[in-house]
């Protein structure tokens, strides 16, 4: 192989890789002042849909409707019924944590559906209330999307997205036509951690805010 030919692959593979990147499109870390708390609402009902062998039954248990920052986002594969159903997780932010997001250098993950936080230093989030502070302004959110608009929507959100979303929490139960069950149970409270804590979001509509 003579060095044109090796100039010309070498030349490929970077096109290949930024445009891969490109692609992706992660997005870019900011802040946003006056984010107001989520509000939901004691809701009723129940929505029914077939996902594969699936009969999936959601429980609403409150409306909800939240202007939040995106933090962080992660994908995960379609390839079992909970990927199915909320193939992208979002770490969002609200109040001071939004706020105060550009200042404060938080670590923000999602792994194996869960996020996570960390800080150099406990005196770093003194200005958004310490460890409380944040748990109450951020959450990890499996978003479902209710239609197929809201899938595509939701495919595009990015780190440093403003958005508002309204929908409802719900539980999940799901009978496999193997007998195989699923559940999934949303978290109505901001001020818990740990397992649990996520809210299950049935999302019917998602704007951009700035």
């Not at 849909?49 to 992660?74: P, Q, R």
């Not at 409380?132 to 990015?158: E, F, L, Y």
């Not at 799901?174 to 299950?200: I, K, L, M, P, Q």
Request: charged share 20%; hydrophobic share 35%; aromatic share 12%.
């Amino acid at each position: 192989m003579d060095k044109k030919t090796i100039l010309i692959i070498l030349v490929v593979l970077v096109l290949a890789v930024g445009g891969f990147f490109a692609k992706k499109n992660t997005g870019t870390r900011r802040a946003v002042a006056g984010i107001p708390d989520p509000v939901q609402k004691e809701a009723s009902g129940t929505e029914t849909m077939e996902v594969g062998k699936y009969k999936v039954n959601f429980t609403k248990l409150y409306s909800y409707d939240i202007k939040a920052l995106v933090v962080h986002t992660k994908d995960y594969p379609e390839t079992d019924l909970a990927g199915k159903l909320a193939p992208k997780d979002l770490a969002l932010a609200w109040g001071k944590v939004a706020e105060y997001n550009d200042r404060i250098d938080f670590n923000w993950r999602q792994s194996g559906r869960w996020y996570y936080w960390s800080t150099s230093t406990y005196a770093e989030i003194a200005p958004v209330g310490s460890v409380a502070g944040v748990t109450h302004c951020s959450a990890n959110n499996h978003i479902i999307p209710a239609t197929v608009a809201v899938r595509d929507k939701v495919k595009k959100i990015k780190t440093g997205d403003y958005i508002h979303m309204t929908g409802y929490l719900v539980n999940i139960n799901a009978t496999g036509s193997d007998g195989s069950t699923f559940y999934w149970n949303s978290s109505t409270s901001r001020d818990d951690s740990g397992d649990g804590s996520c809210e299950v979001f049935y999302v019917t509509d998602i704007q951009w805010m700035d």
